[in-house]
């Protein structure tokens, strides 16, 4: 399994949910955020406004998922946001007690 963080615009926030339901994922978390990026001045208590989107995925729909994202978010422009993707080597659904893969 891997969590795939995607920290978009605002307005891509829709864009990027329905492209994410579009290739079968359907249970996300999603956060308003606020940062800068490496290469931008220094803000001095003021930073950018973002949507940070987060879902877990199998393995196999990880390459289907990234793609889904960045197509929606992508505007060709500086700032259009980022996509981590780290290993998540295990889950609990809290209320089934299931472990592991998950119907997310």
């Known amino acids: ?3 795939v963080e995607a920290i978009v615009n605002e307005s891509a926030e829709n864009a990027v949910i329905e492209a994410m339901r579009k ?7 999603v956060s308003k955020v606020q940062g800068q990026g490496a290469q931008d001045p220094p803000l001095v208590g003021e930073y950018f406004s973002r949507v940070l989107i987060v879902c877990v995925v199998d393995d196999p ?3 289907e998922i990234i793609d ?3 197509s929606a978010a992508c505007t060709g422009t500086k700032g259009d946001g980022k996509v981590y993707v780290t290993d998540v080597c295990d889950a609990l659904d809290i209320c089934t007690k299931k472990r592991g893969t998950m119907d997310i």
């Not at 290739?23 to 978390?29: E, K, L, P």
């Open 1 to 3: 399994m891997k969590k």
């Open 23 to 29: 290739v079968g994922i359907s249970g996300v978390t």
């Open 61 to 63: 729909k990880l390459d």
């Open 68 to 70: 889904a994202i960045a």
